[in-house]
């Protein structure tokens, strides 16, 4: 198994048994725990501070907060505070918002990749503890810095990650990023062209891909029933096979199952649509874009993706979170 590994919770689980599984994973030795900022449901800084104030060594990282509803003052503010409560152990994992929600929002989602960059530089500045000036296109700042009067005035080491999939948004990650959250849901192959798109913008700036970390989000179903656990993951999939359709075909997946898929399912997709669906999904397809089956073939489909570039494979576990967490912490315990 790789050196290191990290956890990945979204709402489904109340916020205080998700402290209680993130210090579970703290001590069988799991490197960081990423937290999902899932649409409107939970917000991810708050669970973070949550996590930071019950743990003492885990690093605890955003997966993600969207660059759009937060000026980014607010942004550096935020992990600034965040690094008060567990110096040195704060990642901050920025991406796009995502439409419909975005322009139900207020907020209209123009030039991306300009936006994503001021993002980056501005809350990069403020985190050193500079005073900033910046005169952009979606960010405007005239001589602004972190207004700390009594604590830390020290510059704060919070890498910043950016949680992307597209290849223009993959290549400025590798332009200007520490990290880069590689998505869930798309099988090791798929991580070559956007490992690709990475070196692209890396040497673009002048740096070496390698030195960018490389974080991926990772199903993971386990269970002592093999057939359970791939059922859950398949339940996942299969909806994905119409939403994400371009994405699952650049992964591997047969033109005709993505066809035979999308002529049952039809949004918005009722749970009906859904079972029926899920029994044209064959295990190889799940499998495929997943870390799911008994213990034995999870881990060797983890060493799959950490074969594929991925420097921390992030487990984003169905089912039973203790029960996953200790089936690959075999050798992490401390």
């Known amino acids: 198994m790789p050196d290191r590994l990290g956890l990945y919770l979204q709402d489904n689980i109340a916020l205080h048994d998700s402290i209680k599984l993130v210090q579970y994973a703290e001590g069988r030795g799991f490197e960081a725990i990423w937290q999902a900022e899932t649409r409107l449901a939970r917000d991810a800084i708050v669970a973070m501070a949550a996590y930071a104030a019950h743990t003492s060594r885990i690093k605890i990282g955003s997966a993600i907060v969207n660059a759009w509803s937060r000026n980014v003052v607010s942004l550096a503010a935020a992990f600034l505070t965040l ?53 952009g296109e979606y960010v405007q700042l005239d001589g602004v810095e972190l207004n700390v009067i009594h604590g830390r005035r020290e510059p704060r080491q919070v890498p910043i990650y950016l ?10 990650a590798g332009e200007i990023a520490d990290g880069v959250i590689l998505n869930t849901l798309v099988s090791p192959r798929y991580n070559e062209g956007a490992i690709a798109r990475l070196e692209q913008g890396a040497q673009q700036a002048g740096r ?28 996942l999939i299969t909806p994905a096979l119409v939403q994400q359709a371009d994405v699952m075909k650049a992964s591997g997946v047969k033109q005709e199952l993505l066809d035979e898929v999308a002529q049952v399912l039809a949004y918005p997709f009722s749970e009906p649509q859904i079972r029926e669906a899920m029994r044209l999904v064959p295990d190889d397809v799940v499998q495929l874009m997943t870390a799911s089956g008994d213990v034995t073939e999870a881990k060797a489909r983890i ?32």
């Open 208 to 235: 070496f891909w390698q030195q960018i970390d490389r974080p991926q989000l990772i199903v993971c179903s386990v269970d002592r029933s093999r057939d359970l656990a791939l059922d859950r993951a398949r339940r």
């Open 303 to 334: 060493r799959d993706y950490t074969a594929s570039g991925v420097t921390c494979p992030v487990l984003y576990p169905l089912g039973d979170v203790r029960y996953t967490i200790d089936m690959f912490a075999d050798g992490y315990s401390r």
């Open 83 to 135: 690094d008060d409560l567990a110096p040195d152990r704060i990642l901050c994992g920025l991406g796009p918002w995502p439409d419909p929600l975005a322009t139900r929002s207020g907020v209209r989602r123009e030039k991306p990749l300009l936006a994503m960059r001021e993002v980056v530089q501005t809350v990069r500045g403020l985190l050193a503890m500079q005073r900033v000036s910046y005169y």
């Open 163 to 172: 949680g992307v999939t597209g290849p223009r948004m993959m290549a400025l």
